[in-house]
């Protein structure tokens, strides 16, 4: 009986082990498929990710040479008779340009007899040419700054009429992108050329665009698409030609291949992953899995089951987490590349002073805001994308990029809002929308034609001159036609507006996160506290924008005490200015000195000397021009173009109907001495002299003109 129960007591026991050992094969080789599969999701997610990525970069950078191209053939349009002017721009154009490029501008052979039968321009961007200014080399080079050179290359020997790019822009009405070929007299290295075609009056094409983009600059996207260490990375033209090439795989070996088209020109990317670099660690944890079943499956059945519910879920986790955070980066980075960074933001401009700013509530969000000057007309245009996170932010960029594509042909508010409209109705298939305000002010005037697409009226800020003592603010919003949002009907017809900004005047532009701003009890900010805080004096006797943005996120920053930030928060303050000061003969009028400098938005480093130096001279006009009587004086400041193109010129003029007096021929004092022995006076003249470049007096119809003039490095 005994040995009966033995027996069977070593059967189940065989049995048990039997079937523990199936079960954790079973268990074994489940875990390794799924993640087997796991793995392979995680790539193909991994590589469609950084395709996107490298194909809106792509994009990016085609787009930029398409609309270089089209503006050089306008341009050369422009001046289709006159082929000294195509120097110039092209010069301009590819200045334009971020990268290392080239861009010329053919004719048809013998269009200009004089010029000879080949003529064609080209100007190149070069990573450093020594010197500045313009100079002519020997060999006819032309260099502008520091880094452009321009020539003439047509010749018999570089016919560029058997040239694909030139034949095919003779015959296409749009821009026309080429098979890669090397350029030995343009770009000195292997290319891809976007072309245009140039008419004249009659609409006859007469010439040819190029815009040459560097394959070097296509094998630098390798940080986005070589995923893996040892995986490769291909480019190919919509012939098939190879752009950047493929390794030589090894047959017999298995690879996974990921591709992706560049609708702008038709390319294809893909990424090349061998399996045995996919899966490598997963073989390596096959075999480890195999010797610890030997050593104990009743003990590793337990573990292993419950190790593969744990890698299951820390790779689902992981690869969710990915996913996510490269979705977010390229939204965030997207938007960081949209929006002005720079302020202040016209170097070369004194009429306008502009400051914006985007606090989101999450890593990206769906506001926006964008300003640009063209043709002395200032684009600018606030928004609020429906709903939050990549979506929006995706719509946002969208929107960014018609509003620079549209109004760089378009100059009407109404036409400008309606073309984006269908654009955004038409790719609306997540059917979101936004509100937009939308502006074009005319620089020379201070007009603005505006339209208004379901947004936020903005606050008008005049600053009205009562007297030379004190002046009224009014405060009040914008009166704006109640248009549809953007995004829901293609066909509404929008309607525009027009106001006036007098000088010193601002325009206060926002979206719903600040008025729906909420504390820790759910009261929102409000349009009443906006108003109040815009009528505030520490803001409403600011005349900088900055000054007025900052000011106001300070204070909902106040009222929200530390909550969380329901809503994106954009602000956008513009001020057409005049840069003059007039001031009385009153020593208690140089702070409002300072002040109007401030205004200025000046470089911050020669803020404060040039705040002295103008000190010195207004003090000086008061103390001499009007001795013991009351008088004006008015300080104006203008901006010229340097000798080097580098720079700008800062000019300063200070004018006064006083008695003659040149402080430009007192003696100045001797610092060599001490303060005893040194007679008083003439330190103030020698400081101006010190920190301007340039310091001198005229007298022209009974007036006193002291002129100050600082050089500046852009």
Known sequence: MKRSKDRIMKKNRIWILLIAGLILEGTACVQYFTSHAAIKKEAVARAQSELRRAELEIENHTIEMETAAKALSLIAEHYVDQPDSIYSATRLAVSAIRSETSVAVAYIPDYFPEKGRYFEICSSKMKRV????????????????????????????????????????LERDSCWWSEPYLDDSGSKTYVVSCSHPVKNGKGEVVA???????????????????????????????????????????????????????????????????????????????????????????????????AANTTKELILSTEKNRRMEGELQIAKT??????????????????LNVYGLVDPA?????????????????????????????????????TRSLFRSITAHEEEASVIMRKMNRALVDQNAENMFLTLFLGVMDCKTGEIEYCNAGHNAPISIQQSAVSIQQSAVSIQPLPVIPNLPLGIDADFAYRAQRTQLAIDDLLFLYTDGLTEAENGTHEQFGEERMMSGLADERISGLVCPRGVVEKMKEKVEAFREGAEQSDDLTMLCIRYQRPALLMRNDIQQIPTLSEWIESLSLPEEIVMPINLALEEAVSNVMLYAYPGKSGQLFVECNKAVSDQPSAIRLIFTITDSGIAFDPTQQKEADITLSAEEREIGGLGIHLVKQIMDEVRYERTEDKNILTLVKTLNR
């Not at 080399?137 to 050179?149: A, F, K, N």
């Not at 996974?256 to 088209?261: L, S, V």
């Not at 997207?334 to 070369?348: R, Y």
Request: aromatic share 12%.
């Open 130 to 169: 020594t010197g500045a200014g313009l100079e002519v080399r020997g060999d006819g080079l032309q260099v502008t700054g520091d880094s452009i050179y321009t020539r003439q290359i047509g010749s018999a020997e570089h016919d560029y009429t058997e040239m694909e790019w030139f034949r095919m822009g």
């Open 334 to 351: 997207i938007q960081t590349a949209m929006l002005p960074k720079v302020f202040p933001p016209f170097m070369d401009r004194l009429d």
């Open 362 to 398: 999450k890593e990206v969000g769906g506001d926006l805001y964008d300003f640009y000057v063209r043709h002395d007309k200032l684009f600018f245009c606030v928004g609020d994308v429906s709903g939050k996170g990549v979506p929006a932010s995706l719509v946002m960029a969208m």
């Open 208 to 306: 040819v665009v190029c815009v040459d983009l560097s394959l070097d600059y296509l094998e630098s996207l390798s940080e986005y698409l070589q995923i893996y260490p040892n995986s490769y990375y291909t480019i190919r033209s919509h012939q098939g030609v190879e752009i950047v090439p493929v390794p030589d795989t090894t047959a017999g070996k298995r690879y996974y291949i990921f591709d992706e088209e560049i609708d702008a020109t038709g390319w294809h990317m893909e990424i090349i992953i061998p399996d045995e670099v996919l899966f490598a660690e997963l073989r390596k944890t096959g075999l480890l899995i195999t010797l610890l079943m030997v050593i104990g499956l009743l003990v590793l059945a337990f573990m292993l089951t419950h």
